[in-house]
Every structure is written in structure tokens, then in C-alpha cells.
């Protein structure tokens, strides 16, 4: 598994984690170290067409790829270092001001795994319910694990990066706009995870 410090993992992540380590080995044959030694031999050095060249040249596909390339090019600030992709991701002050009133909300309910990604900050219970990313201009989207309903701003979402869950987006321009309506969605998103 990518070193991620288990408090940053929902008990499903970590199983998931476990699952694409145990069918790597026992649907291709080779362990995790073999797959980080070809990894090693790619000639791309983009992460985008590692992952092509995996998928097209050993027949490893998305998720079991990213696996691989996280154990043999471990990012900078990776998994195991959240303050730093939070810091990394959050530079816009007037974004970061939005996230941080979020994530107060979030934080506030029982039993949270927040977790960071390089595109995403993300809050999850048992599954995730709510993940934020900035955008330009001092904003940040929400998504929530939540139907879209237009009558109460939440849209369905683009193209986000995140959990598939997650099926409403919200756009909130100031700090002031994550108010009780922001917390009572946040809820209902987390009761459903």
C-alpha cells in the first residue's frame, strides 16, 4: 500500500488498499516488487502515460497501475504527508479561507477520516460524503454524496476526481456561503456514508 498513515483511511480504504495488493500478485503472477522493478524500465516519465504504458504494454489496468507507480515513483509529497498536499493545493488564500469554514463543519460530526489527495481535500465515514477542491478566483467547489437538486444550488458534477459517490456539486464563493445550509447538506451527505 502507498504509505498513508492509516488515521487518513476509512476501514473500506484500507481493505481496498489490501485487495489490489493480494490480486496483483494473484492474478498476474508477480509481486508487487517484480511490478515496481518493470515499472522501473517504462521509458515515460509522465504519470499519465506510465499508466498507458502499463495498460498497453502489460495488460495492467488503472487501479493496480496507480498501485505500482505510487511504490515506484512515490511523489513528493505523497499519501503519508497530507499537510503537505494540503499546503500544495490550498495556496489560494480566499479558497483555503472557504475550505477551512468547511472543513470546521465536516470535522464537527462523529467518527471523520479526512483524507488528502493532490486534487481534492476529502471527508469520509464509513465511505466518503464530501470532498472540496479549490478553483479559480478564490472559490472551491463541494461535492457531496447527495442527489443533485437545483432548488438548493447542489449540481450534478464535471468530470470532478473524485469518489463516484459523490453525486452533487456546490460552488461557494466566500467563507460567509459555507453557513447552515453548507452544514445541514453536510450532514444529510454524511448520514447516507
Not at 23 to 37: F, I, M
Request: aromatic residues 8%; glycine residues 6%; charged residues 20%.
Amino acid at each position: 500500500m502507498p504509505k498513508v498513515q492509516a488515521e487518513h483511511l476509512t476501514t473500506a480504504q484500507r481493505k481496498w488498499f489490501a485487495s489490489v495488493r493480494e490480486g496483483l500478485q494473484r492474478d498476474t503472477g508477480k509481486s508487487l516488487t517484480e511490478w515496481v522493478a518493470i515499472a522501473h524500465t517504462c521509458p515515460a516519465t509522465a504519470p499519465r502515460a506510465r499508466l498507458k504504458w502499463f495498460k498497453d504494454t502489460h495488460g495492467l489496468l488503472q487501479n493496480r497501475a496507480s498501485y505500482v507507480l505510487a511504490e515506484a515513483f512515490p511523489p513528493a509529497a505523497g499519501w503519508s504527508e497530507p499537510e503537505a498536499l494540503r499546503d500544495a493545493l490550498w495556496t489560494d488564500r480566499a479558497a483555503r479561507a472557504i475550505f477551512e469554514a468547511v472543513e470546521t463543519m465536516a470535522l464537527a460530526l462523529p467518527a471523520i477520516v479526512a483524507g488528502q489527495r493532490r486534487g481534492f481535500s476529502a471527508w469520509s465515514r464509513s465511505y466518503q460524503f464530501a470532498a472540496m477542491r479549490p478553483m479559480k478566483g478564490g472559490h472551491a467547489r463541494l461535492g457531496l454524496a447527495i442527489a443533485p437538486d437545483p432548488a438548493v444550488g447542489l449540481e450534478p458534477p464535471r468530470n470532478e476526481g473524485w469518489s463516484e459517490r459523490l453525486k452533487s456539486t456546490i460552488v461557494l464563493h466566500a467563507p460567509g456561503d459555507a453557513g447552515p445550509h453548507i452544514a445541514a447538506l453536510l450532514k444529510t451527505a454524511w448520514e447516507a456514508s
